[in-house]
């Protein structure tokens, strides 16, 4: 009898510690928007920005809504606030950024990356804010990696060419020497980037060096290393320098950050810039990316 | 009673375990159902916009699955074909993730190898672009010209300043005549505010003065020095527009400095060192005036000047004396062999205050040798990959996603 019951006692345990640990650990895709906003800060479920909510995106998405308006240093808390309710103690995270939400993320990981964090259990109230679960701390975020979509890490020459109002304050961190100077892009604290270029930029062409998808060029989104200016195309074009995909350095000897890799280089100038509110542009990549592998 | 009461007791127990057993197996039975109706939601979607960056699935279909053991129709062999395809590159980008951080992690986030960092290597060198003359919102640039500017900096504190310059050229490089008919400087009002500080006209010359190295060498020069230029209590953007004129084409620059007035801390003379087989640690002495988290950062050549490692602090500091602990780690000069004695050059760092604008106080810079080490064995330092429970984290989750993934691949067979 004791043995019988010692025996669904442990049954019970095992089967209680399963649940427990089936209940917690989920994988999420989190969206950290660009310029302009759109999506309400602190509802996560919130897709204006991105596009209609109903459609795939990656396992369990959120949106990290952010202004789009102010500077990226007095934002950043709505980023960290997700960061910590999703991807800290056994949950995981995918990450999605467009434009200046590239800003906003490598600014996270290279000046916070390694501070310490609360655990949170991931339901957050109507601020963005989630509470302690009270399993302690721990170093960092977990993330597995990083997706871009016309990422503006590297500033966009029309911030520096006063096309954009100069009184916003997110255009001044827009700005390519602000930009680049703002952390260290290199210091993802290993997380890998992966960069999506969009090539289908017209109206700007005599702004924007080398291709670009009408509001950032190749240097940017494609991740190159150093100061902005250089122009950097698409194979087809002999008077400027490759992108190249990966993490190889391009023509001319330009490197990439560190951990960050040319993932698709719009070589048919297909995709510009702008979500749409419908998931399109080069945002288009990126969400197919997400969907087929943040799971 | 008193016998009665434990029976009960346990068999109240009994009954909670066989429960949370039950809840357990219901919990899995439907987190299986979900995660097989997810991968079956993916699928289709990937389908339907597959994505062109990395090799995806090539075709949907709707066709009844056959029972097990029975062969796949061509449809079947499609999907599975599909199925394949999506786990493969899946599993391509687990072992990306696990391989690359691997190979991030054999040293700690503080230690890096210099490589890792080609921009950091002189931190102090000035910012320089090229871009095209225009005026702002106009549809067309000067043509065959390019503006060259480079910025000293871009974040500044207390009295410190930034040297500006500007050339014009042509596409062969050839200096151009460029005059600046208006330069002014001014602060960027926050949007819900009203200016506090009065606009400056700045010098702009190419006459040797006001930070002009060279004069009449067609190199413009404005020297930005917020702290002695009126903006001495404003802490933000401080922003020098110009216009400028070439033969008759207008364009328009402008170049933004965050200021801070504040003073954060104050470096103190001297540097520690300590070694131990952990590595060879740099400590480098402040009077902390504002406590905080502060970021600091330098640089480690070898004897020979290679540069070897880009070495950081990041963390909380209370208000008084301390030491910004700047370690090398001892599998970096292990691997890397340097040449002792170590250099550490070229260290900068702020105060970073989250929330905020601006985001940092700096401490003034360090520019140049700080310290030259003592020489040490290579062998007196352990060749042992970093470790620490975020690292054994990152490596267990991003295994279980290898394994995920080649089981996956297995049970979908060749």
Same mark, same amino acid.
């Given at each position: ?210 291709? #670009? ?23 087809? #074009? ?58 | 009673?008193?016998?009665?009461? %434990? *029976? ?13 057993? !039950? ?10 159902? !979900? ?27 709707? *066709? %009844? ?37 691997? !190979? ?10 210099? /490589? ?6 002189? %931190? ?35 009295? /410190? ?13 050839? @200096? @151009? ?29 190419? !006459? ?14 404005? @020297? ?61 002495? *402040? ?128």
């Amino acid at each position: 009898m004791k043995k019988a019951l010692r025996f669904i006692v442990t049954l019970g345990l095992v089967a209680a510690g399963g649940l427990v640990a089936v209940a917690q650990a989920t994988n999420y895709s989190l969206w950290i928007n660009g310029r302009t906003g759109g999506g309400q800060v602190g509802i996560h479920a919130d897709f204006s920005y991105w596009g209609p909510a109903t459609t795939a995106a990656g396992v369990n998405k959120k949106s990290v809504n952010w202004d789009g308006y102010n500077r990226i240093s007095t934002t950043n808390g709505n980023v960290r606030d997700a960061l910590d309710c999703y991807c800290t103690g056994p949950n995981w995270c995918y990450v999605a950024a467009h434009s200046a939400g590239n800003l906003q993320i490598g600014y996270a990981l290279a000046l916070y990356g390694t501070s310490t964090r609360s655990v949170k259990t991931p339901t957050p109230n109507s601020a963005g804010q989630c509470g302690n679960s009270g399993t302690g701390t721990q170093t960092g975020w977990n993330i597995k990696w990083v997706d871009v979509a016309g990422g503006a890490a590297g500033g966009s020459e029309l911030a520096d060419a006063g096309d954009w109002a100069l009184g916003e304050p997110l255009v001044s961190d827009l700005k390519t020497s602000t930009a680049r100077a703002l952390y260290n892009h290199n210091a993802t604290t290993g997380k890998w980037f992966y960069m999506f270029a969009g090539a289908k930029g017209t109206l700007y062409s005599f702004v924007l060096p080398g291709q #670009d998808d009408e509001v950032v060029a190749y240097h940017s989104s494609g991740g190159v290393s150093g100061s902005s200016g250089a122009s950097f195309c698409n194979p087809s #074009d002999w008077l400027c320098n490759d992108l190249n995909l990966g993490t190889a350095a391009n023509q001319g000897g330009r490197t990439k950050w560190s951990y960050h890799t040319v993932a698709f280089r719009d070589s048919t100038e297909q995709y510009d810039h702008y979500a749409r509110g419908n998931w399109a542009g080069i945002v288009s990549r990126v969400r197919a990316d997400m969907a087929a592998y943040a799971q | 009673m008193r016998r009665r009461a %434990p *029976a009960r007791g346990r068999a109240a127990g009994v009954l909670v375990l066989l429960s949370g057993a !039950a809840a357990a197996l219901l919990m899995w039975w439907w987190q299986a159902r !979900a995660g097989l109706e997810r991968e079956r939601v993916t699928l289709a979607q990937s389908v339907a916009a597959p994505s062109a960056g990395t090799p995806g699935p090539a075709g949907a279909s709707s *066709a %009844p699955r056959p029972p097990p053991g029975a062969p796949l129709s061509p449809l079947g062999q499609a999907e599975r074909a599909e199925q394949r395809a999506l786990w493969q590159v899946r599993l391509d980008r687990a072992r990306q993730a696990l391989d690359g951080y691997r !190979a991030a992690a054999q040293y700690p986030h503080e230690s890096r190898p210099i /490589e890792e960092h080609p921009d950091q290597v002189r %931190p102090f060198e000035p910012i320089a672009e090229e871009r095209a003359l225009r005026m702002p919102g106009g549809g067309s640039a000067a043509q065959g010209v390019r503006l060259r500017t480079t910025q000293e900096r871009v974040f500044v504190s207390g009295m /410190e300043s930034s040297r500006i310059t500007l050339t014009l050229t042509d596409e062969a490089g050839r @200096l @151009l005549p460029l005059r600046v008919t208006r330069a002014m400087l001014k602060e960027v009002t926050a949007p819900d505010q009203t200016a506090r500080t009065a606009e400056v006209a700045l010098d702009v010359n190419d !006459a040797g003065r006001q930070g002009d190295t060279v004069a009449g060498d067609g190199t413009l020069t404005a @020297l930005m020095q917020p702290g002695a230029q009126g903006f001495g209590s404003f802490a933000g953007t401080v922003r020098l527009e110009m216009y400028l004129d070439h033969a008759g084409q207008p364009g328009f620059i402008y170049f933004d400095l965050v200021y801070s007035p504040e003073q954060a801390a104050t470096w103190l003379p001297g540097v520690r060192e300590a070694a131990g087989p952990g590595g060879l640690d740099f400590f480098v002495k *402040a009077q902390v005036l504002l406590p905080g988290r502060y970021v600091v950062s330098g640089r480690v050549d070898d004897n020979r000047g290679r540069p070897l490692a880009l070495v950081q602090f990041n963390g909380e500091v209370g208000k008084g004396e301390t030491e910004f602990r700047l370690p090398v780690f001892g599998k970096l000069i292990r691997d890397r062999q340097p040449e002792f004695p170590l250099v550490l050059r070229d260290v900068e760092a702020f105060l970073l205050k989250p929330d905020a604008f601006p985001d940092r106080v700096m401490l003034p810079r360090l520019p140049g040798v700080l310290h030259r080490s003592r020489s040490y064995a290579l062998a007196s330092f352990s060749a042992a990959e970093w470790d620490s429970e975020e690292r054994r984290r990152y490596l267990a989750e991003f295994g279980k996603d290898v394994a995920e993934a080649e089981q996956k691949l297995r049970q979908l067979g060749p």
